[in-house]
């Protein structure tokens, strides 16, 4: 099976920051990757799929890159509704999630 | 607009049974892939099932491979779970997930677009 490695698990920021979070493949995936958004107590929702492409309605605040076994998410000028924990996903064989990275306000 | 909403969940014996139901509407549910997806307790998310648009092809997770049975009712728009022989690791939000579709002049991409709002299974004597 393809694991699926985030890092950080946990990250500190504040309002206006940028983050990053990494996300890397144990092996080819193309670019059969999507990026999640969860909020406490709520569903998923898929922010990001093909590795790069937003979802209609996401703000262009977000954004991803990457191919092959490496992939981040960005989020480029933090507001207060982004805070949450966000997951990464592989479709390429079958599926599998990232173990998820906790975004909180420092 | 997509809505599905999960029912069937509760607190279960470790080995019984359980179905889950999904309730879908505001899409062709025909022509949809649809997924099971759980998340334990204070965990991450893990794929458990996906069924095809026309319900013939059926995939699951080694973790619930021979026990969990995902079928689809295109005549009800309903998606199912049919979850036999529970274990306390089963414990769980049990959400359903549409398969959506992306596709570009040489490739779909098929994330999970839409979600339900969950439903608990609880594995405990």
């Known amino acids: 099976d393809i694991q699926m490695t985030q890092s950080p698990s946990s990250l500190s920021a504040s309002v206006g920051d940028r983050v990053i979070i990494t996300c890397r493949a144990s092996?080819?995936?193309?670019?059969?990757l999507s990026w999640y958004q969860q909020k406490p107590g709520k569903a998923p929702s898929l922010l990001i799929y093909?590795?790069?492409s937003l979802r209609s309605g996401v703000p262009s605040r977000f954004s991803g890159s990457g191919s092959g076994t490496d992939f981040t998410l960005t989020i480029s000028g933090l507001q207060p509704e982004d805070f949450a924990t966000y997951y990464c996903q592989q479709s390429y064989n079958p599926y599998t999630f990232g173990q998820g990275t906790k975004l909180e306000i420092k | 607009q997509v809505l599905l909403v999960e029912s069937g969940g509760g607190v279960v014996q470790p080995g019984r049974s359980l179905r889950l139901s999904c309730e879908a509407s505001?899409?062709?549910?025909?022509?949809?892939?649809m997924h099971w997806v759980r998340q334990a307790p204070g965990k991450g998310l893990e794929w458990v099932a996906v069924v095809s648009d026309d319900g013939t092809y059926k995939y699951y997770a080694d973790s619930v491979q021979g026990r969990f049975t995902i079928s689809k009712d295109i005549s009800k728009n309903k998606l199912y779970l049919q979850m036999n022989s529970l274990r306390a690791e089963d414990t769980a939000v049990y959400y359903c997930a549409k398969v959506g579709e992306y596709c570009t002049a040489t490739t779909c991409y098929t994330p999970f677009d839409d979600w339900g709002q969950g439903t608990l299974v609880t594995v405990s004597s």
């Open positions: 505001g899409f062709t549910f025909s022509s949809y892939g």
């Open positions: 092996q080819n995936i193309d670019n059969y």
């Open positions: 093909a590795g790069s």
